[in-house]
């Protein structure tokens, strides 16, 4: 029962506390709900912050707001309309959202199934049965009735019921991703994708509709995981075959009841009759039964055993032939067919027949067309179609009205993948095959590379979201390119897929994507086409897997990159290994190095015109400098390439601008700038759903108010960081802002905690190799050995850290305040004897003294 709210509420944040009270929520179960942290939660009910678009959204999900309702939420809370405009507070909850929001619609009534759906629903409503399998042969009807048995359960599941459509993938790889397209759930940053979604999903209380899981088997161990770690999740899978998991229930649907015998039926007294005759006054409005036409029906309907896709394509063709023609042909191809294609399973050879028959009756035009078309993965538009296949409006029009490809209400066309298949068998295998397989290929990684600019601008999520639509196809065409050796279209769009990963999300598959080009070029003759492809595919590969945290593997691969490409002469091709590279050398504490690729990255940018590398790269150079103690130059340097994204728009490179500059800015005395900016970032970060960019800008918040000494608040901004971050990346970043953490626990005087924490950060730094980080622990360990005055220890330590060629300016200064201060509490002798046994240490050396070891 709702607990009961008294008063009426003043302001947007005391009304939003009401409806979470109304609703028995606590402020923590709420924030996890919202995705956001019950510090910044209260902080909101308190009216100190107003949340961000994004976050009032998520606000108004987690609080069960009617989705008509909702703007109107977003806007009160954004303080764009009155309080008045919320109404009285409610803690009824809203009704399920719309389930065209998440399931396919069919054009024509649901029919039959009763007994099917009793014994499904009764089974979802089984808290036992979480992993449900439908199995049945091809165009039985199992999707449909998997929809029809969701709409009816829908009340059970508080979010809601995922359609995940599975017919377009044609790898186990692709099934998290799959899932991932489906809830709507972006996949970025280090951490495995798979973990991401078993994130996402673990406090989930919704109905997955997985279809056509049976060529995707090897997959299964994912749904196991998925009913293991997530207890509010039930799947209901579509497949011809069993999955074969512990505590799968397994559901085997047949085709509808036929008329028995050789009766003659009513009209209305049997259901596939009933679906016939639906679907014959569909395709011909002056259908009408004729004597004798009712035995004919019956004759087809029991030749394809009741089932409904063969049904409705026999009765697709009565415009122009009679039932009981229509009867005769089916029997004679199923006749045929018994005889000649014995690996056809039994049940499969009625609906073969439909197919066969249906193929026969086609205009010449129409039948090239359905073969060609037969080649797209995951749906086309019209303009595809005409272009690859010679598909022109008019034949798509009439393969719809054969009920052999539709069209959604998105404006896409699709098939039925059983029609795929068969339609795919009829294309010949030789000239005309590859002929259409290469018009495909070229279409779609046309289409990638056209969208290159836009990934880097204000059409990002536009364009990425055109992409998404069209991943079947690309990874088709792609695959189809490097099987028929087409390096110089592929290296085309190679830049283009590198980003579309980064930026979607598609680390993992990129990677192995990437890795067809190279296999396929690597211990071979190569032209210097052929070289150009293979070492761009390297450096996009080095990209993902530098966001994927393998550094070593990552650097690997720019540097065969770079030895690639190099001999070439053409300096546009070491942009990206050039400048991908220079950056993880900053980050691993190599500032020659890693400057002399960036500057050499920016010359090579600007030289072919490259805007956006060219401004990266100097932005980068900048934040290298201030690293290196020219602050100053740095940060002019940075507020230079700052405007320049402004100028273009360009959403997510502000936002890491900002993450950057502020902290610079900090160090200039520039709080109050560097504020602003952090907020501005926070803003974007949380329009655009990039949790990396939100993660950094709270934790860039976090070190500002540390140095302005406002301890409690860089703790909550801190915590607010690695909640963005949480399941999300791995390595750096959650190191670096539990550093921090550390140095608030050293500045408001908690040794105990402040040892811990930069103890366990400094261990994790050196396994990861991060010596940048393994410094920046150090000398928080080193100051705190002052405090305890261990001034012999802490001054060799100082000169220790100070020696290390990978400190940066910061580092440098506060170990030379450690040294200063120590050197104070001991005489000559003892100083001398401290700082000698500090210049000796190597890193290694170093840490294990400051740790105790």
Same mark, same amino acid.
């Given at each position: 029962?709702a ?24 402020q923590?179960?709420l ?5 956001c ?9 308190t009216?100190?912050r107003?949340p961000s678009?994004? #976050?009032?959204?998520l606000?108004?999900a987690?609080?069960e ?12 809370a ?12 409610s803690?009824?909850?809203?009704a399920?959202?719309p389930? %065209? @929001? @998440?399931l396919?619609?069919?054009?024509t ?11 499904? *629903?009764?089974?979802?409503f089984?808290?036992?049965?979480r992993?449900?399998?439908i199995?049945?042969p091809?165009?039985?009807g ?9 709409t ?6 508080a979010d ?11 790898s ?10 489906a809830l709507?759930?972006?996949l970025?940053g280090?951490? /495995?994708?798979?973990?991401q ?5 673990r406090?989930r ?9 049976e060529?995707?088997?090897a997959g299964?161990? &994912? ?14 899978? !579509? ?5 074969n998991l512990m ?18 039926p009513?009209?209305? %007294?049997?259901?596939?009759?009933v ?8 395709? +011909? ?10 035995t ?5 309907c029991?030749? #394809? ?14 415009a ?12 004679k191809?199923?006749d ?38 037969a080649?797209?993965?995951g ?13 022109t ?11 052999l ?6 404006g896409?066309? /699709? ?6 298949q068969?339609?795919?068998? %009829?294309?010949?295998?030789?000239a005309?095959?590859?002929? !259409? ?7 779609y990684l046309t289409?990638?590379?056209?969208h ?36 110089d ?7 283009s ?5 980064e930026?979607?999300?598609? #680390? ?5 994507? &990437? ?5 396929a ?5 190569l032209n ?6 293979? *070492?761009?595919?390297?450096?996009q590969?080095g ?8 550094f070593e593997?990552?650097f690997?691969?720019?540097n065969?990159s #770079? ?12 942009? /990206? ?9 900053h ?6 190095s ?8 920016a ?8 805007l ?9 150079l ?5 690293? !290196?103690?020219?602050?100053?130059a740095?940060?002019?340097m ?9 100028? !273009?728009?360009?959403?997510r490179s ?7 500059l ?13 504020v ?19 993660g950094?800008a ?15 608040a860089a703790?909550?901004?801190l ?12 390595g750096?970043?959650?190191l670096?802002?539990?550093?921090h953490l550390g140095?608030c626990?050293?500045a ?31 000398v928080?360990?080193v100051?705190l050995?002052?405090?305890? *005055?261990?001034h ?9 850290v100070?020696n ?8 440098k ?12 509490h001991?005489?000559d002798?003892?100083?001398v ?8 240490? +190597? ?5 294990? @003294?400051?740790?105790?070891?």
């Open positions: 029962m607990a009961k709210v008294d008063g009426d509420p003043t302001f947007f944040g005391e009304w939003l506390k009401f409806r979470r009270q109304g609703l028995d929520l606590t923590a179960e924030a996890q709900r919202a995705g942290s019950a510090a910044g939660l209260r902080k909101i009910e009216g100190e107003r678009k994004e #976050l009032a959204a606000l108004a987690a609080l707001i009617a989705p008509d309702k909702r703007v109107i939420f977003v806007r009160v954004r303080g764009e309309l009155n309080l008045e405009r919320l109404g009285p507070v803690g009824e909850r809203a399920p959202r389930l %065209s @929001a @998440a396919p619609v069919w054009p009534p649901f029919i039959g199934r009763v007994g099917e759906l009793t014994a499904l *629903g009764e089974l979802l089984d808290p036992n049965c992993l449900l399998t199995i049945g091809g165009g039985i199992k999707t449909r009735l998997a929809v029809e048995v969701a009816r359960v829908i009340d059970r599941f809601g019921v995922c359609f995940v459509p599975l017919a377009q993938q044609n186990p790889a692709f099934l998290v991703p799959a899932l991932a397209d709507g759930i972006t970025q280090q951490t /495995d994708a798979q973990t979604l078993l994130n996402y999903l406090a209380q919704m109905l997955l509709i997985v279809d056509n899981m060529h995707l088997l299964v161990p &994912l749904l196991a995981a998925i009913v293991a770690q997530s207890p509010g999740v039930t799947l209901l899978v !579509t497949s011809r075959e069993r999955l505590g799968e229930w397994v559901y085997e649907l047949e085709g509808l009841p036929v008329p028995a015998g050789e009766d003659t009513q009209p209305e %007294s049997c259901v596939s009759v679906l016939f005759i639906q679907n014959a006054r569909r395709a +011909s409005s002056v259908f009408s039964l004729h004597e004798g036409d009712l004919c029906v019956a004759r087809i029991r030749r #394809l055993e009741g089932t409904p896709l063969g049904i409705e394509l026999a009765a697709a063709w009565v122009v032939l009679s039932p009981c023609e229509i009867a005769g042909r089916i029997e191809s199923f045929f067919l018994t005889t000649t294609l014995r690996d056809v399973p039994e049940r499969q050879r009625s609906l073969r027949a439909a197919f066969d028959y249906s193929w026969g009756l086609l205009p010449p035009d129409e039948r090239c067309a359905l073969s060609r078309l080649v797209f993965r749906g086309f538009d019209h303009a595809a179609a005409e272009h690859v296949a010679g598909a409006l008019p034949i798509l029009l009439a393969l719809i009205s054969k009920s490809i539709r069209r959604r209400e998105s896409r066309y /699709d098939m039925h993948e059983v029609v795929r068969y339609a795919l068998a %009829s294309l010949s295998e030789g005309e095959a590859d002929a !259409t397989r290469d018009r495909h290929s070229d279409y289409l990638l590379r056209s290159e600019r836009d990934l880097k601008g204000p059409g990002q999520r536009a364009a990425l979201a055109r992409l998404t639509e069209e991943i079947g196809n690309i990874r088709a065409g792609w695959a189809w390119a490097v099987t028929r050796e087409e390096f279209l592929i290296g085309s769009a190679l830049r897929y590198g980003w579309m990963c930026v979607g999300g598609r #680390l993992q598959e990129g990677v192995a994507e &990437l890795g067809l080009v190279v296999w070029l690597h211990d071979r003759e210097d086409v052929e070289t150009t492809a293979l *070492g761009q595919a390297l450096a590969q990209l993902l897997c530098f966001r994927l945290g393998r593997q990552a690997a691969l720019f065969e #770079l030895s690639l490409l190099r001999p070439l002469g053409n300096p546009a091709t070491l942009v /990206d290994p050039l400048f991908l590279s220079g950056i993880m050398l980050l691993c504490g190599d500032y020659e890693s400057r002399a690729r960036l500057r050499e990255a010359a090579y940018a600007r030289a072919g015109n490259d956006w590398f060219s401004v990266y790269a100097h932005y980068n900048g934040y290298l400098a201030a690293l !290196t103690g020219q602050v100053q740095g940060y002019v940075m507020c230079h390439s700052l405007a320049a994204w402004r100028a !273009t728009a360009d959403p502000i936002s890491l601008g900002l993450n950057f502020a902290p610079t800015a900090m160090r200039l005395g520039h709080y109050e700038q560097a602003a900016w952090l907020e501005e970032s926070i803003a974007l970060s949380s329009e655009l759903g990039d949790r990396w960019g939100l950094t709270w934790r860039q918040y976090g070190a500002v108010e540390l140095a302005r000494g406002n301890i409690e703790k909550k901004h915590a607010q960081s690695l909640e963005a971050y949480r399941g999300y990346v791995t750096y970043d959650l670096h802002t539990n550093i140095e626990a050293l408001e005087g908690d040794d105990v905690a402040a040892g811990r924490i930069l103890a366990d950060a400094l261990r994790e730094a050196r396994a990861e190799g991060i010596e940048a980080l393994t410094l920046q622990a150090v928080g360990l100051e050995k002052l405090r305890r *005055g261990r012999a220890e802490a001054l060799g330590l100082a000169v220790a100070m290390q060629p990978v400190a940066n300016y910061e580092v200064t506060r170990a030379s305040v450690v040294r200063v201060a120590a050197r104070g001991l005489d002798a003892q100083g004897a401290a700082e000698e046994w500090g210049r000796a240490l +190597s890193l290694e050396e170093m840490v294990k @003294a400051v740790l105790g070891d």
